[in-house]
């Protein structure tokens, strides 16, 4: 595949790493890492270098095709191979425990060579980097189809609401639900966005302000308490998020933050509209409630992104990334399949 500025994450020439850019540097410094470790994949997930669900998902396809061919050169059998991929698999499914899409990706993965395993090393190993190619593929496809629904739901001249970062970084170059938007400058259209910060780790701030700047978005940047008197003055027309898990039932997990925007949208009559592939809707997940929550670090909170501490060092913290958003309070759910509007019943 051919690879653009405004992929995130993407293989080297040489086939022996992943280049991605490092997200938690940005918007001061675009500077790339070079990962080819269990543990430094890993890391990067966990510490937010690679984030945004479905470019997790992407990130995943890769790291199993290189975890792959370095279990190939040092097995000799096919069945410690396997075990050794699936533990590494079960590792990295772990760094972000609410995002589907990396278990998603990993078990495609898995699946690949599972499907392979009677042919020799080096097939099962390029059947395995062509299915993470088709991961990243397929996701610039549907981040494309997603964008071309998500125009159909506003009008030229309108603001929308953002919150955390659902773009090009987060995903391969349109996003999820700044694609509409990303999309609409391209056809002409003025849009404009109202961005949220999305405290503590700034993606809104950070991340949607310089993408939206890039694409040649008009954007304003607010603090996530003051998304409120936006809408009540009446200046957006929807509001746009995306998603790190879908429950069967559209129950939403998404950045911390998510819930509350929603809750006030429903107060105003905003509609509150969640953009995601399919492959982050978790059939086997009933409602919200199922979702687990991953708890960060404090220091987030107290430290990172001020010069020094802005509280005490002895407070107690609670630094849940994401939280669940009824699906009662959401307008409607964008796939590539189209705008699914309530009752949610994902198969
Ligand atoms: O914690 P992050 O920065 O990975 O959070 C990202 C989001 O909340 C996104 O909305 C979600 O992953 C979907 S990205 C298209």
Redesign the pocket.
């Known amino acids: 595949m051919k690879y653009e500025v405004n992929d995130p994450v993407r293989l080297t020439d040489d086939g022996k790493a992943i280049l991605a850019i490092d997200q938690t540097l940005l918007p001061n410094h675009v500077a790339y890492i070079r990962l080819e470790k269990p543990q430094e994949m890993f890391d990067a997930i966990k510490t937010?270098q690679v984030?945004?669900?479905?470019c997790i998902g992407i990130f995943a396809g890769y790291a199993m095709f290189l975890q792959a061919k370095s279990l190939a050169s040092i097995h000799t059998d096919k069945e410690h191979f396997y075990q050794d991929l699936h533990k590494f698999a079960k590792f990295l499914s772990t760094a972000r425990p609410t995002?589907m899409n990396l278990p998603w990706a990993l078990k495609r993965m898995e699946r690949t060579a599972a499907n392979n395993m009677r042919r020799s090393f080096d097939t099962i190993v390029e059947a395995m980097r062509r299915e993470a190619v088709e991961i990243h593929e397929q996701n610039i496809r549907t981040c494309y189809a997603i964008a071309n629904f998500g125009l159909t739901l506003i009008n030229d001249g309108d603001s929308v609401m953002t919150y955390?970062?659902?773009g090009a970084l987060?995903?391969s170059r349109y996003?999820?639900?700044l694609g509409p938007l990303i999309l609409g400058a391209q056809k002409g259209m003025d849009l404009h966005a109202y961005i949220c910060e999305t405290r503590p780790?700034l993606?809104g701030a950070r991340l949607s302000a310089y993408e939206l700047g890039n694409a040649g978005v008009k954007s304003t940047l607010i603090c996530d308490n003051m998304a409120a008197v936006v809408m009540q003055q009446g200046w957006v027309k929807a509001c746009f998020?995306?998603?790190?898990r879908v429950a069967k039932n559209g129950d939403t997990a998404?950045?911390i933050g998510t819930l509350g925007l929603a809750v006030l949208a429903k107060h105003y009559k905003i509609p509150f509209y969640v953009f995601?592939p399919s492959s982050t809707i978790d059939i086997s997940c009933d409602d919200g409630s199922k979702i687990v929550m991953e708890v960060r670090d404090s220091d987030e909170i107290k430290r990172e992104y001020f010069k020094s501490p802005v509280a005490p060092d002895a407070v107690d913290c609670f630094n849940p990334?994401s939280d669940i958003t009824d699906a009662r309070l959401i307008s409607a759910i964008i796939t590539e399949d189209g705008i699914n509007y309530p009752p949610y019943d994902f198969n």
């Open positions: 937010m984030r945004g669900a479905p995002v955390c970062n659902a987060a995903t996003g999820t639900g780790m993606q998020v995306g998603a790190d998404n950045k995601c990334a």
